[in-house]
T-cell receptor
Framework: GQNIDQPTEMTATEGAIVQINCTYQ??????LFWYQQHAGEAPTFLSY????GLEEKGRFSSFLSRSKGYSYLLLKELQMKDSASYLC??????????FGQGTELSVKP | GAVVSQHPSRVICKSGTSVKIECRSL??????MFWYRQFPKQSLMLMAT?????????EQGVEKDKFLINHASLTLSTLTVTSAHPEDSSFYIC??????????????FGPGTRLLVL
């Protein structure tokens, strides 16, 4: 079967650091994506990991451990505009994406 | 680059009518397009994969006769919801990639179409 788990909700303070975890069990693995989605809008691409390790891109970093079926998205220096849903998605055969249920992040002043 | 548009952004229709949604890749040629559906507070569920010039591949549980997909060119795919019912009300999102299956290409998403069936 295929299962992707991430927390439903998280709350953090402006300026702080937050880590959103994602664990997965899928029948195939062709990389892991993180997307950001604001309410009523389409997802926007944040990161892609296919090898183990940390990928840093500005305030956002993403980590992958294939042996553990685990990834996290790290957001630094949080801003109010970072309040959104963060979607973990595993790439599968045929270029398909299997999405987790998303983590709703609320950034408070 | 990698801009995907959808039209319309919002549509309200009566039960029993058909609705067509267009998905266009504006600045690249998309050999593969994907159609997703998202219900409130839920994640994206893949409905079908559309390759230019061939029939769409539908996910399990998605009725191909109800959700007609046409990928007539490298920049345009359409989804037609036939005989729409209130339970079809949802947020429909398309994405496009330049891969041809196999290789994992980044998918770029359109802005979505909110469908409300009365």
């Amino acid at each position: 079967g295929q299962n992707i788990d991430q927390p439903t909700e998280m709350t953090a303070t402006e300026g702080a650091i937050v880590q959103i975890n994602c664990t997965y069990q899928t029948s195939g693995f062709n990389g892991l994506f993180w997307y950001q989605q604001h309410a009523g809008e389409a997802p926007t691409f944040l990161s892609y990991n296919v090898l183990d390790g940390l990928e840093e891109k500005g305030r956002f970093s993403s980590f992958l451990s294939r042996s553990k079926g685990y990834s996290y998205l790290l957001l630094k220096e949080l801003q109010m505009k970072d309040s959104a849903s963060y979607l973990c998605a595993v790439g599968n055969q045929g270029g398909k994406l299997i999405f987790g249920q998303g983590t709703e992040l609320s950034v408070k002043p | 680059g990698a801009v995907v548009s959808q039209h319309p952004s919002r549509v309200i229709c009566k039960s029993g009518t058909s609705v067509k949604i267009e998905c266009r890749s504006l600045d690249f040629q998309a050999t593969t397009m994907f159609w997703y559906r998202q219900f409130p507070k839920q994640s994206l569920m893949l409905m079908a994969t559309s390759n230019e010039g061939s029939k769409a591949t539908y996910e399990q549980g998605v009725e191909k006769d109800k959700f007609l997909i046409n990928h007539a060119s490298l920049t345009l795919s359409t989804l037609t919801v036939t005989s729409a019912h209130p339970e079809d009300s949802s947020f429909y999102i398309c994405s496009a990639s330049v891969g041809r299956g196999g290789a994992m290409e980044t998918q770029y998403f359109g802005p979505g179409t909110r469908l409300l069936v009365l």
